[in-house]
T-cell receptor
Framework: EAGVTQFPSHSVIEKGQTVTLRCDPISGHDNLYWYRRVMGKEIKFLLHFVKESKQDESGMPNNRFLAERTGGTYSTLKVQPAELEDSGVYFC?????????????FGPGTRLTVT | AQSVTQLGSHVSVSEGALVLLRCNYSSSVPPYLFWYVQYPNQGLQLLLKYTTGATLVKGINGFEAEFKKSETSFHLTKPSAHMSDAAEYFCAVSFGGYQKVTFGTGTKLQVIP
């Protein structure tokens, strides 16, 4: 069974540009989460999808971040326009519905550098 | 609100020595507790978890953790460190179900030969 995959693994962009990160969850997982780790700080929750619906987006930092989940499958996280403080590692995680939903499986992360 | 405190951002142990990584949490309701590990250039991997039942939980690679409600702690231990254990370890908590996970700041473990 394939794990959670994320693309790209690294992205370097200039301030003001747009970047789109992609996450493919484990097949059949209804729950999809985005997290971010800024250098030297803790991993912080951004938002949670259940299928294609946003269940909790309380962690989204501002309206420069837009997350979508097409058809309840893969998800994208767009940052527009990017700022220096957006640099960090963006993790995606997924979990199944039902009793096992508490166990989140994480992807390898996308390292975003904004210069 | 839930929070997680990991004592020590860097811990060094000698190969073969006991590994002890400390984690305390704050939660108004019984939490689900996790330890994740991130090896260099890899993603987060679940090491072990506590949901309900037995308070001593065993994970992969010889690690275990004990949930102590009275101390609000979930410390991670391994009797004998291996060089391959060098990684960053994260304690985390959730309210269960499909809720978001709240992470500690991480502890980097160095194993000295």
């Amino acid at each position: 069974e394939a794990g959670v995959t994320q693309f790209p693994s690294h992205s370097v962009i200039e301030k003001g540009q747009t970047v789109t990160l992609r996450c493919d969850p484990i097949s059949g997982h209804d729950n999809l989460y985005w997290y971010r780790r800024v250098m030297g700080k803790e991993i912080k929750f951004l938002l949670h999808f259940v299928k294609e619906s946003k269940q909790d987006e309380s962690g989204m930092p501002n309206n420069r971040f837009l997350a979508e989940r097409t058809g309840g499958t893969y998800s994208t996280l767009k940052v527009q326009p990017a700022e220096l403080e957006d640099s960090g590692v963006y993790f995606c995680a997924s979990s199944q519905a039902g009793f096992g939903g508490y166990e989140q499986y994480f992807g390898p992360g996308t390292r975003l550098t904004v210069t | 609100a839930q929070s997680v405190t990991q004592l020590g951002s860097h811990v060094s142990v000698s190969e073969g020595a006991l590994v002890l990584l400390r984690c305390n949490y704050s939660s108004s309701v019984p939490p689900y507790l996790f330890w994740y590990v991130q090896y260099p250039n890899q993603g987060l991997q679940l090491l072990l978890k506590y949901t309900t039942g037995a308070t001593l939980v065993k994970g992969i690679n010889g690690f275990e953790a004990e949930f102590k409600k009275s101390e609000t702690s979930f410390h991670l231990t391994k009797p004998s460190a291996h060089m391959s254990d060098a990684a960053e370890y994260f304690c985390a908590v959730s309210f269960g179900g499909y809720q978001k996970v709240t992470f500690g700041t991480g502890t980097k473990l160095q194993v000295i030969p």
